[in-house]
């Protein structure tokens, strides 16, 4: 009778140990999801979370920026630098998708890309208030004709669209394009 109580006793013990491991497995998982959401965006200060958020619309930012880099010179393509949720740098499609630091950039380029992220930012709206002016200030003096042409062409289209976009240039030809010209 004693090892018989004994037996149920433990038969039971069994049984809620098993219970027990499935609520602790349960658990665990929630625990693992909290974690890893922690992991991303918690700290005290809420940087951890800034920079996640920021990360977001830089991804979009570049989503965006690399069509009108691909309009403009389809050459490059901008990345972010792994393991560096704010930083970017250039894949150059002619040297084998070789990726490299914005700074190696010569002068033209980097007008190019820092135009392409200036029109794709112009594009990203705050809900309803899309950014319809762009203004630019210079550096199209370091570009070659070529490029010179695709970019005037790019801010053309754009006008067309509806947009409106002045630029500061001392650059010759560039009032040509222009609809409207302030001499200063």
């Known amino acids: 009778a004693q090892s018989q109580a004994a037996l149920e006793r433990d038969a039971q013990m069994r049984r809620t140990h098993a219970v027990i491991g499935r609520e602790i497995a349960e658990q665990d998982a929630v625990l693992t999801h909290w974690k890893v959401l922690d992991d991303l965006i918690g700290s005290a200060d809420g940087k951890k979370f800034r920079i996640f958020a920021q990360s977001l619309t830089l991804e979009a930012l570049l989503v965006r920026a690399n069509h009108q880099l691909e309009a403009l010179e389809p050459r490059y393509r901008l990345v972010r630098v792994p393991g560096h949720h704010l930083e970017l740098q250039i894949v150059d499609r002619h040297m084998g998708d070789e990726v490299r630091p914005l700074s190696s950039l010569s002068g033209g380029e980097t007008f190019l890309a820092s135009l392409a992220l200036a029109l794709a930012l112009s594009a990203l709206s705050a809900g309803d208030t899309p950014v319809e002016s762009l203004f630019i200030d210079e550096g199209f003096g370091t570009l070659d004709r070529n490029t010179l042409g695709k970019?005037?062409?790019?801010?053309?289209?754009?006008?067309?669209?509806?947009?409106?976009?002045?630029?500061?240039?001392?650059?010759?030809?560039i009032d040509e394009k222009a609809g409207a010209v302030v001499r200063v």
């Open 151 to 173: 970019a005037l062409d790019l801010l053309e289209s754009l006008q067309g669209e509806g947009r409106q976009i002045g630029i500061i240039s001392h650059v010759p030809g």
